[in-house]
């Protein structure tokens, strides 16, 4: 499946764009996505990041097919305490969260599937590290549900860095 994205900040100064089939669509639980979530939603103007059930929505996609398009300059990285190798990344302009980006050599980056405003939103493939979510009560029914990171999301990771290793 072939599938162009673009995502944007709320107020439209930054636009990110994918193609190409995700590597996965989750929604985190983790104690890091929650913080950041609250980190984020802190700030002045913030758009929501976390679910109602605590959760924050990404889509996984390969670096090489993912790119700023505009307001490069405006992104701002945030991390939730200093020698973390994980960036949440918002629009300076309006304090949207739009990527998660890591500062190692991981091959993917993390768009916040509610910052999509154009092109087929892929469905929640899975949700991962559950046994942390603050509402387990109101977790997505019909979704695969793990409590850590699964050998299923994993593989996923794999399988892409694979593909990206021998040029498909």
Partial sequence: MTNEVVAACAC?????????APIATAICYCNACQAGGHMIEA???APKVLNDDGGTDYILYRKDRARVTKGAELLKP?????GSGTNR????????????????AQHWLDFYR????KG?????????????APAPDK???????????????????????????FGL
């Fill in 120 to 132: 087929s939103v892929p469905p929640v493939q899975m949700l991962v590290c559950t046994k942390t």
């Fill in 78 to 82: 945030l991390k939730l305490r200093d």
């Fill in 114 to 117: 509610n910052r999509i405003v």
């Fill in 43 to 45: 700030l002045p103007n």
């Fill in 12 to 20: 439209g100064k930054v636009e990110l764009e994918a193609t190409g």
């Fill in 89 to 104: 990344v918002i629009a300076a302009c309006c304090n949207s969260a739009v990527m998660l980006t890591f500062d190692g």
């Fill in 139 to 165: 977790l997505p029914k019909g979704v695969r549900n793990y409590p850590g990171h699964s050998f299923p999301f994993i593989g996923k990771l794999l399988r892409a860095r694979l593909a990206m290793a």
